[in-house]
């Protein structure tokens, strides 16, 4: 049986760790480089540093600091946030990264994708999708957390980033983020069955419990975290142990 993965996720604004709500009442929590390092101490399979800067000076910034990262963690790392060409995504993995992901950039030019996968290779090539569940049942994929809809179905476009080249899903339901009430898992096994590639869950942890089911359940390789890890509420070590209390596979 394959392993399951914990991924935290760090926003990096200017160079430094921050945490929010919505990228609103940004508080500064660190050294970026420091934090992973704790995290891969405390036991995370690999990483996941989100560039939330606004500014090229920003975006400058953060590839140094992926190369400070790529210098001092030994865990795998994917970075995201404002990657929008072949040469955004090259820079960022000449610096060391060893993966990308891409979300508002790959719906606008979906050929991106395979200019990525070409050069560097599928198992380089993360696909974001946010996506929200309208009343009539359809998962329509969104930009710009969430408040923009798209032409895009879930699963449709899913599978066309699969066939392009992505070497993973990373999906976020817009009706879980932040309610912490836990996963449709439902639409996660559904994208497992329907997929040949790992899917990568994110957003309505709001417990080991919720973890665990999209684990089992939704037929999640991976579960992404932030709040939970950056507020102390349990270390990815703690959570490791209670996950293997209940008979799920973790490294």
């Known amino acids: 049986m394959v392993a399951k993965r914990i991924i935290p996720c760090l926003d990096v604004k200017d160079g430094r ?3 929010g ?6 508080r500064d929590v660190g050294d970026a480089v420091e934090l992973g390092q704790y995290y891969a101490r405390s036991g995370a ?14 975006r400058a910034t953060f590839t140094r600091l992926v190369e ?11 970075v995201g946030g404002g990657i929008s060409s072949l040469e ?17 950039a790959a719906i606008a030019n979906s050929a991106l994708i395979d200019q990525i996968a ?11 999708i946010d996506a929200r569940q309208g009343e009539d049942g359809i998962w ?15 699963f449709a476009w899913a599978s066309e980033a699969q066939s392009r080249g992505a070497g993973e899903i990373l999906f976020t339901s817009m009706n879980h983020d932040g309610t912490r009430s836990g996963y449709p898992c439902d639409t996660f096994a559904r994208l497992a069955e329907e997929l ?26 991976a579960a992404l975290a932030a709040s939970i890890f950056h507020f102390g509420e349990i270390t990815v070590g703690e959570l490791k142990s209670e996950l293997k209390k209940l008979d799920i596979c973790v490294r």
């Open 17 to 19: 760790t921050v945490k």
């Open 21 to 26: 709500v919505n990228f609103v009442d940004l």
């Open 45 to 58: 399979d690999e990483l996941v540093y989100l560039d939330i800067s606004a500014s090229k000076e920003g």
């Open 68 to 78: 400070r990262i790529s210098d001092g963690i030994n865990i795998p790392f994917t």
């Open 88 to 104: 955004d995504a090259a820079r960022l993995l000449d610096a060391g990264a060893d993966k990308i992901s891409i979300n508002s």
């Open 118 to 128: 070409a050069r560097y290779g599928s198992q380089f090539v993360v696909v974001a």
């Open 140 to 154: 329509r994929v969104t930009t710009h957390g969430g408040s923009r809809s798209t032409d895009k179905e879930l």
């Open 196 to 221: 040949h590639i790992p899917i990568i869950a994110s957003g309505g942890a709001g417990s080991v419990e919720d973890i665990a089911q999209v684990l089992t359940a939704g037929r999640a390789d």
